[in-house]
């Protein structure tokens, strides 16, 4: 990927079109909106494909993202809370608790900032 600086902040191209990032929200995606988008889109992608592979029918998933700054210095991402809420056949809260092992142990993204940002994950189930 290659970064290019705008008059407000950088953007690249993907192949899904161009991304605007800065600092300032009114100009693109904010750094920690794309860290965070990044955790939690990966852990919802394995958690589906985990979900597919033991024939768990997915519905729906959705996954809340609450996020601790420090306040201070270079306000860095303290912890992430996931709360994911799972519509779907065949599944129990045991289930859903190996589920969510297997995710935290295969997504990339979660592996990559476990020694230095908390990733906690809670689930829902949801009741079609």
Known sequence: MEFVMQEHGFSTETEFGSLQIC???EYGYRPYQLLVSSIAVCSGGVLR???EKRRQTVHDIRIQAEVTRSG???NEVQKIHLH???AADHINESKMEKNMEWTRKNCS???SVKDSI??????EIKHQ
């Open 23 to 25: 600092g300032e929200e």
């Open 49 to 51: 494909k985990i979900m």
């Open 72 to 74: 201070k210095g270079a």
């Open 84 to 86: 994911f809420l799972v």
């Open 109 to 111: 993204m979660v592996q």
């Open 118 to 123: 908390e990733v906690k994950e809670t689930f």
